[in-house]
């Protein structure tokens, strides 16, 4: 990424096992995405470079990402959900690489029906 390119606001996050991965990771999107716990302001749509730690992984992943997923104070109340957001991934080799890592993490337990952060 070209320091000049960067999104307006950037997030970390790090993922400390397989269980957290599991409750963070949103598969529903199109190309992959995380929830990340915030208090801060984002409105749909906005970018945010996301600098996610994984479990068994030494480099920090550097994402260009979207906003596709708010959790509210209010939504977060009324359904018991962590308050913060969802982070789409794009289509970039980053991406498909930390999702493909991801998946891989979490082989035989995508289709789990415990609860993760959204749904």
Do not use: C
Not at 75 to 82: L, M, P, S, V, Y
Request: aromatic share 8%; glycine share 8%.
């Amino acid at each position: 990424m070209n320091p000049t390119d960067l999104p307006g606001k950037m997030l970390h996050l790090t993922i400390p096992d397989k269980p957290e991965l599991y409750r963070s990771y949103l598969s529903f999107f199109k190309h992959g995405g995380l929830f990340v716990p915030t208090d801060d302001r984002f409105d749909m749509g906005d970018e945010v470079l996301l600098v996610v730690n994984l479990p068994e992984h030494n480099e920090p992943k550097y994402l260009r990402t979207q906003v596709g997923w708010i959790n509210s104070t209010a939504t977060a109340t009324a359904t018991g959900q962590a308050k913060g957001i969802g982070l789409a991934f794009g289509k970039d080799p980053i991406a498909v690489e930390t999702k493909q890592a991801i998946e891989d993490l979490l082989s035989g337990l995508l289709l789990n029906e415990r609860p993760t952060y959204t749904l």
